[in-house]
């Protein structure tokens, strides 16, 4: 069982949005401004998609947005496109000995 | 251009030992703490370990502590995980990222690591 909760699947139409979540406790999500999302395709590495709850680094599409309400954070991304559909995961820095933890993955499906 | 190369995986008994090497090119290794993340065949992401820039200072997860060894060469631009007394659960793939704070913004290819008789 993962650290962090997410849903395992969402799906949406291109140009629609969707929002995935990550509901963790105030040990992680809830007490640390460290939340990143990683987005993977079939085979592939992880990529970094945000960092800091809100932050995308150079060259990730303002498609993608994220933000932190009290133990959840959540990514969003706005006009869906085939492109998108992979797994997601969040991940939080951890006051436990586990200094990070990983939700489970929510697979994305565009429609 | 920030490349990670990991490499050292394969088939190994349970009990056995395997280490893991990660070339580093692009970057300075020496400027930023490494970490190893595993994934399970089919399954999510696990943080496995990480070390300090300088490699003073090193973590570990639960699954590995007292088992797996993380260290550092920034002379050889490698980063290295001894891994001993390995069980089934250990298969995975694993990855090696670079990064804190900011998230893992750079991961490799990743090695697959098969524990079984």
């Known amino acids: 069982q993962s650290a962090l909760t997410q849903p395992a699947s969402v799906s949406g139409s291109p140009g629609q949005s969707i929002t995935i979540s990550c509901t963790g406790t105030?040990?992680?999500?809830?007490?640390?401004?460290?939340v990143s999302w990683y987005q993977q395709h079939p085979g592939k590495a992880p990529k970094l998609m945000i960092y800091?709850?809100?932050k995308r680094p150079s060259g990730v599409s303002y498609r993608f947005s994220g933000s932190k309400s009290g133990n959840t954070a959540s990514l969003t991304i706005s006009g869906l496109r085939a492109e998108d559909e992979a797994d997601y995961y969040c991940?939080?820095?951890?006051?436990?000995?586990?200094?990070?933890?990983f939700g489970g993955g929510t697979k994305l499906t565009v429609l | 251009e920030v490349q990670l190369l990991e490499s050292g995986g394969g088939l190994v008994q349970p009990g056995g030992s395997l280490r893991l090497s990660c070339a580093a090119s692009?970057?300075?290794?020496?400027?930023?703490?490494m970490s190893w993340v595993r994934q399970a065949p089919g399954k999510g992401l696990e943080w496995v370990s990480a070390?300090?820039?300088?490699?003073?200072?090193?973590y570990y997860a639960d699954s590995g502590k007292g088992r797996f060894t993380i260290s550092r060469d920034n002379s050889k631009h490698t980063l290295y995980l001894q891994m001993n007394s390995l069980r089934a659960e250990d298969t995975a793939v694993y990855y090696c990222?670079?990064?804190?704070?900011?998230?893992?913004?750079?991961w490799g290819q990743g090695t697959l690591v098969t524990v079984s008789s």
């Open positions: 990222a670079k990064g804190w704070w900011g998230g893992f913004d750079s």
């Open positions: 800091g709850v809100n």
């Open positions: 991940s939080s820095y951890t006051s436990s000995s586990t200094l990070w933890v």
């Open positions: 692009g970057f300075t290794l020496g400027s930023d703490a």
């Open positions: 070390i300090g820039s300088t490699g003073d200072n090193t």
């Open positions: 105030s040990s992680d999500v809830g007490g640390y401004n460290y």
